[in-house]
T-cell receptor, first 114, second 110 residues
Framework: NAGVTQTPKFRVLKTGQSMTLLCAQD?????MYWYRQDPGMGLRLIHY???????AKGEVPDGYNVSRLKKQNFLLGLESAAPSQTSVYFC?????????????FGEGSRLTVL | TQLLEQSPQFLSIQEGENLTVYCNSS?????LQWYRQEPGEGPVLLVT?????EVKKLKRLTFQFGDARKDSSLHITAAQPGDTGLYLC??????????FGTGTRLKVLA
């Protein structure tokens, strides 16, 4: 049982290049999230999805796009990468929202933009 | 704007010492969670507190939710090297958005 799987785990890009991060979950969770983690900033929400075919903006959405064509997959795209997007990206999933909703995280994807 | 502020940002202590980490906000939340993250891994849930004033204990870890549901604390008794990690508080902002605090990086020296 893989849980939440992120690919790739490491990537180096040049400024202006594009790429897509894939998050795949096998827990049948409705909600999926993309966060970025930078030193001293904790986790900041980029985009999220509350179900197949839906997406919404988080705290720091600029420069990113997402898609949720299938319930088990949530894609994060960078159309024109910038050095400010150098970060570790985490995908998380959750079942029903509510008081005790627990988020399950992938192992992270480290992206460096030169 | 980060809605959840954690303090201290860094903490380095000797094994056996006690410590308290704080998570503060100006907003009221219906519940608050604490996660721990180890290097190279994603955060893992430690506890969820849902009632103002609630205290939960997890072995040597004690979690408290403020009476006004705006803040929380994590107290570790007799810290061990295995407690080393990044501690993050998290809360629901709206119906589906989980936001996280700025994090406290703890290092326990043997």
């Amino acid at each position: 049982n893989a849980g939440v799987t992120q690919t790739p785990k490491f990537r180096v890009l040049k400024t202006g290049q594009s790429m897509t991060l894939l998050c795949a979950q096998d827990m049948n969770h409705e909600y999926m999230y993309w966060y970025r983690q930078d030193p001293g900033m904790g986790l900041r929400l980029i985009h999220y999805s509350v179900g197949e075919g839906t997406t919404a903006k988080g705290e720091v959405p600029d420069g990113y796009n997402v898609s949720r064509l299938k319930k088990q997959n949530f894609l994060l795209g960078l159309e024109s990468a910038a050095p400010s997007q150098t970060s570790v990206y985490f995908c998380a999933t959750g079942g029903l929202a509510g008081f005790t909703g627990e988020l399950f995280f992938g192992e992270g994807s480290r992206l460096t933009v030169l | 704007t980060q809605l959840l502020e954690q303090s201290p940002q860094f903490l380095s202590i000797q094994e056996g010492e006690n410590l308290t980490v704080y998570c503060n906000s100006s907003s009221v939340f219906s519940s608050l969670q604490w996660y721990r993250q180890e290097p190279g891994e994603g955060p893992v849930l430690l506890v969820t507190v849902v009632t103002g004033g609630e205290v939960k204990k997890l072995k040597r870890l004690t979690f408290q939710f403020g009476d006004a549901r705006k803040d929380s604390s994590l107290h570790i008794t007799a810290a061990q090297p295995g407690d080393t990690g990044l501690y993050l508080c998290a809360a629901l902002s709206g119906t589906y958005k989980y936001i996280f605090g700025t994090g406290t990086r703890l290092k326990v020296l043997a």
